[in-house]
């Protein structure tokens, strides 16, 4: 194992979910509710809810396409590894990937604008990423910062993908902190969005 695979590579597939949905995704939503198209479409067949589904869906392919490009890169150029538990790896892609769109729905929900929801995004990005180790691993950071970055769903991610490459079980805790986060997420989005 190298510090490629033990560190740089859970944080980068951490990094892609998580600029995707909550940075890139809620900008889309905001626009269409300023544009009115969701509103429009709420009188036609094509419920506003299919075009959230949609724009779920390309932007799930946008991030997979993400990862498969920063995973060519760091395997072909860097002699990187794939994870030794492949299967839990893409179970932790999938947690982390509902949490964070739930935290993405829960940012264009509150955004009036587009320029707000490309803000609140930012905010939230830099603040789990920051936490959960972008900026360097977490034992860096004050002790209760590292704790609290490690409950975010983006610090949880990175250590549960650590935790595939070295083929170790994954702790409870990025478990629940996915989880949590995508029922709180989408709590708080169902209760809070509006369609225009």
């Not at 419920?47 to 396409?65: E, K, R």
């Not at 995004?121 to 910062?145: D, I, K, Y």
């Amino acid at each position: 194992m190298t510090v490629l695979d033990a560190y740089a590579v859970p944080v980068v597939l951490s990094l892609v979910v998580t600029m995707v949905a909550v940075m890139n995704f809620p900008g889309y939503l905001a626009t269409y509710r300023k544009t009115r198209v969701l509103r429009r479409l709420a009188v036609t067949p094509a419920s506003p809810a299919m075009v959230l589904v949609a724009q779920m869906v390309v932007s799930f392919a946008q991030m997979l396409l993400g990862i498969a490009v920063a995973c060519g890169v760091a395997v072909t150029m860097f002699d990187a590894h794939l994870p030794r538990d492949v299967p839990m790896a893409v179970a932790v892609l999938l947690g982390l990937s509902l949490a964070m769109y739930a935290v993405g729905m829960t940012v264009a929900s509150v955004a009036p604008t587009p320029n707000a929801a490309v803000a609140l995004g930012l905010v939230a990005f830099f603040g789990m990423a920051a936490l959960g180790g972008m900026f360097g691993p977490t034992e860096n950071l004050p002790e209760q910062l590292a704790e609290i970055g490690s409950w975010l769903p983006f610090g949880a991610a990175a250590e549960a993908f650590r935790a595939t490459w070295f083929g170790d079980p994954v702790a409870w805790q990025s478990w629940a902190s996915l989880g949590v986060t995508t029922v709180l997420g989408t709590a708080v989005a169902a209760a809070l969005f509006r369609w225009e």
